[in-house]
């Protein structure tokens, strides 16, 4: 794609009452992502991947992650330290400064405005849906719906990407089991990769159906594949009583819930120690656990893991366009023989 900057051209949805300033933020961010989305976007095309992180905050002053999803754009603002939320004029305004750069039409163009997060709030409906922002992106040769404006989160978490195909590369005749599976990403890998059966598990319907869309999209639906809506904690703690019958293993839970489909609260600092230990029951011996999470206070437990080989993947799975800012943490976790 080639890249242009027009300087006569206008940047801006709304004339700002400091112009000269945003119109410097504007060249500034125009000017990281010239730089950043030449590389990325053909690395990108080579892997076959259709979604990529653009910027992430790269400069202080400039707070968004800007994401491209198959000549599209998601531009998220972060709320400063000292303020209640996102500024949506300047969202809007650095959004526009993409844009152009990029030659995206500004209807193929979705803002969202984050904020701390905390429970139910994290997975429900944010807005109306928008026909335009769902679609589909190709990632490795495997195809995921994207919804771009109705939810918190657009249904693909692109950092996930190298974990994803690690689970494939180990899924060949193995049972697969994926808690808190939000829309199923990570089962469609291991679908391919040729695991036996698969179990998918997440509190909410809506993201439940979205998993199997994702699974019918690549034609890889079929009766070993089950889809189970529920509380991935209670379904962990049920399956600890039983006779362990899983080999491979996806935990990526939130950081914190309190959906009223819940009983109690879910926090990860607090409750990955009972929940890793009912996993490891559950999980054959020799079985492999890949745990992760987004929390920037977490340290896990030895508690938690208790005889097994635990190697910190983090750095092996974090994507390039992610290593400015680590996006998750990651384990994988080998259950003794």
Not at 159 to 187: C, K, M, P, Q, W
Not at 262 to 276: A, N, Q, S
Not at 316 to 328: A, I, V, Y
Request: aromatic share 8%.
């Amino acid at each position: 794609m080639r890249l242009t900057h027009s300087p006569n051209a206008p940047i801006l949805l709304a004339m700002p009452m400091d112009e000269t300033k945003r119109q410097a933020q504007a060249t500034m961010l125009q000017n990281r992502l010239r730089k950043n989305a030449r590389h990325r976007l053909r690395q990108a095309a080579h892997q076959g991947i259709e979604a990529v992180r653009l910027y992430d905050r790269d400069i202080p002053e400039l707070p968004l992650a800007i994401d491209w999803y198959a000549g599209r754009l998601y531009v998220a603002g972060f709320q400063r330290e000292d303020e209640q939320q996102s500024d949506p004029d300047f969202v809007a305004q650095m959004a526009s400064a993409a844009a152009e750069l990029l030659q995206v039409p500004q209807d193929q163009v979705f803002l969202r405005h984050r904020q701390r997060q905390k429970g139910a709030n994290q997975y429900t409906a944010q807005s109306q849906r928008d026909p335009r922002s769902r679609f589909t992106v190709l990632e490795s040769g495997l195809k995921f719906w994207v919804d771009l404006s109705t939810y918190l989160d657009t249904g693909l978490f692109l950092h996930h990407r190298i974990t994803r195909s690690l689970v494939e590369a180990e899924a060949a005749g193995r049972d697969f089991l994926n808690l808190f599976a939000y829309t199923g990403s990570f089962t469609v890998y291991a679908i391919r990769g040729g695991a036996r059966t698969t179990t998918t598990v997440d509190l909410s319907r809506t993201y439940l159906n979205w998993a199997l869309d994702n699974v019918k999209l690549n034609g890889l639906q079929g009766p070993a594949h089950r889809f189970l809506q529920g509380d991935a904690r209670a379904f962990a703690e049920d399956a600890a009583t039983r006779t362990p019958c899983y080999d491979l293993v996806v935990v990526d839970p939130p950081t914190f819930s309190n959906s009223k489909r819940m009983e109690g609260t879910f926090d990860v600092i607090r409750d990955h120690v009972p929940l890793l230990q009912d996993i490891l029951k559950a999980t054959r011996p020799g079985g492999v656990v890949y745990f992760s999470n987004n929390s920037k206070h977490f340290r896990l437990s030895p508690e938690a893991v208790l005889g097994c080989q635990v190697e910190d993947i983090t750095d092996k799975t974090t994507p390039p366009d992610f290593q400015s800012r680590r996006p998750h943490r990651c384990w994988r976790i080998v259950k003794p023989k």
